[in-house]
């Protein structure tokens, strides 16, 4: 019989915990308990879409090697009950938000303020305070009897499990958000060639995650609350760059400063497909890069998106974003040898590691927009840079303007 992670995460909601949440929240104990029906399988549906890649797996058991559920799951009375204590709970907790739901944080909120009544400041208290604990639970049936290591294929084999249980306790708006169809089939590959944690995409647990989780835990209450509502604010226009053009001493392609992405004209593509793209946009580029055959493939060269955006520090992407997603999609189905690497970069504002995790973020974000348009898992990579491989002064606004950005690089064509 399949284990019930959802049962088994409720236990440790006790009636002292949930009265010692509405107080946290200054919420009524029956509106958090709305709350907590959304927000318990809203996590575990969000770490399943976090392991349907190998690079969510690599990350999750990351935090579960970092995890004390002992600690977590033994003493939440006594830790909510703590002002210190509960304040560091949930700052950690908080810090856990955007790994574990990446893009999907903002609806996820949004639907169980929605069906709870809450304010969303209080809704990311209570996902700040489940968080750990649905994490501890996992660790807790996710490692191997007797040790404290985690196989890559017990945790999606223990994820995959949940399905039926998601299919009957989540939201119908966040029913339609996930299917779980990737998770399942990285299952199956893993289970017919299991891989070790360190040979997860060819290197050991993001040291990124560990920094970024560690740095987070330490910060306030107040915080935490400043956190939520910078991921809530107005989109921000990620500016990328011209063809990139010469490499610098890290092999990261250098860029020009952006150019005019000219009038929208038609390309006609293989399999009767047929784009309407700006004729110097990021599309109009791989397209004649595909076509070229004295370009090779090279790791150096990286093209940069031009209407790809995000809300300011967070990896939701844009609808205005899903049109150059959406064109991406179609160029690697019109050329199904082509595969692809995403790469997302910051500015040198504000911590290093922050900027790390969140360039990853954006990147994987990227990633999934185009793998729910009906590409394979397998053809897309994706990786975070953080503050790398500037293209261009970090001492200017402008210059800090073009180093935020999302790049693609064709792996092969």
């Known amino acids: 019989m399949a284990v019930n992670l959802l049962e088994l995460t409720k236990a440790y909601i006790t009636k ?14 029956s509106d958090v308990q709305v709350a907590m029906l959304g927000a318990l399988p809203g ?35 006594t830790i909510l009950g703590d002002e210190s204590r509960s304040k560091e709970f949930i700052s950690n907790g908080l810090s856990l938000l955007p790994i574990l739901l990446d893009l999907d944080l903002k609806t996820v909120t949004d639907s169980i303020s929605s069906s709870s009544g809450i304010k969303s400041y209080s809704v990311s208290t209570i996902l700040s305070i489940c968080a750990p604990i649905v994490l501890s639970v996992v660790a807790k049936y996710a490692k191997v009897s007797g040790t404290k290591s985690v196989e890559p294929v017990r945790l999606t084999s223990l994820l995959v499990d949940q399905k039926e249980f998601m299919v009957k306790y989540l939201p119908k ?26 040979e997860l995409e060819g290197k050991p647990t993001s040291t990124g ?49 952006k150019s005019g992405l000219g009038k929208f004209v038609p390309k006609e593509l293989p399999k009767d497909i047929t784009l309407n793209v700006p004729e110097n946009g990021v599309e109009s580029k791989i397209i004649n890069f595909i076509a070229d055959s004295s370009q090779v493939v090279d790791k ?53 590691a922050t900027n790390l995790s969140l360039s ?40 800090r303007a073009q180093n935020r950005r999302i790049a693609i690089n064709l792996t092969r064509k």
């Open 16 to 29: 002292e915990v949930g009265l010692k949440i509405a107080d946290l929240t200054q919420e009524s104990t």
């Open 300 to 352: 150096n060269i990286w093209f940069d998106f031009d209407r790809i955006t995000f809300e300011p520090n967070a990896a939701s992407l844009s609808n205005q974003s899903l049109e150059q997603i959406d064109n991406i999609a179609k160029i690697m189905r019109a050329f199904p040898n082509v595969n692809v690497k995403i790469g997302g970069y910051t500015d040198n504002t504000g911590d290093a």
């Open 209 to 257: 995650v560990k920094i970024f989780l560690w740095i987070l835990a330490l910060s306030i209450l107040g915080g935490a609350y400043w956190g939520y509502k910078k991921l809530t604010k107005e989109e921000e226009t990620v500016v990328v760059e011209d063809v990139p053009m010469g490499v610098d001493s890290v092999n990261h392609s250098k860029g020009t400063q």
């Open 360 to 399: 990853q973020s954006r990147a994987d974000a990227v990633k999934r927009g185009i793998v729910n348009k009906g590409i394979k898992a397998t053809r897309i990579s994706s990786e975070g840079y953080g503050i790398e491989h500037p293209v261009a002064d970090n001492n200017t606004e402008e210059g």
């Open 173 to 198: 708006d966040l029913n339609t958000l996930w299917n779980f169809k990737e998770l399942e089939d990285l299952n199956k590959s893993l289970i017919r060639n299991p891989l070790s944690e360190k």
């Open 43 to 77: 996590l575990i549906g969000g770490i399943m879409n976090k392991a349907s890649t190998l690079g969510g797996v690599q990350d999750l058991i990351g935090l579960i090697n970092l995890n004390n559920e002992d600690y977590v799951l033994n003493g939440l009375g």
